[in-house]
């Protein structure tokens, strides 16, 4: 059974198989990304419109796009601070790994 598991590539194509693999992760990678981007954006849509538009109508009054304004940058300047405390955080550990 260990034998289905390897591979009878032989060793010349093994650059070409590696480069393969990290371009097949990181589109993997940039699909995450893409994904995570969009979950936030449907998050704080979801979140702010129902903090700021309590009376949805046709348009949105000053007031509303004050408030949605205001609650988007908060969300953004909340997540960035997430992001760069997790990235130190994930870094620090492989380094001491």
């Given at each position: 059974?260990s034998?289905?598991f390897?591979?009878?590539v032989?060793?010349?194509?093994s650059?070409?198989?590696?480069?393969r693999?990290?371009?097949?992760?990181?589109s993997v990678?940039?699909e995450?990304?893409?994904?995570n981007?969009q979950?936030?954006?449907?998050k704080?849509?979801e979140k702010?419109?129902?903090?700021?538009v309590?009376?949805p109508?046709?348009?949105l009054?000053?007031?509303?796009e004050?408030?949605?304004?205001?609650?988007?940058?908060r969300?953004?300047e909340?997540?960035?601070?997430?992001?760069?405390?997790?990235?130190?955080r994930i870094?620090?550990?492989r380094?001491t790994?």
């Amino acid at each position: 059974m260990s034998d289905f598991f390897k591979t009878s590539v032989p060793s010349s194509t093994s650059p070409d198989l590696a480069a393969r693999k990290e371009a097949v992760m990181n589109s993997v990678r940039s699909e995450i990304a893409l994904a995570n981007a969009q979950e936030l954006m449907n998050k704080t849509n979801e979140k702010c419109f129902a903090k700021c538009v309590t009376k949805p109508s046709s348009s949105l009054s000053s007031t509303e796009e004050t408030c949605l304004t205001r609650c988007l940058q908060r969300y953004m300047e909340a997540f960035n601070i997430v992001s760069k405390t997790y990235t130190a955080r994930i870094s620090k550990e492989r380094e001491t790994s």
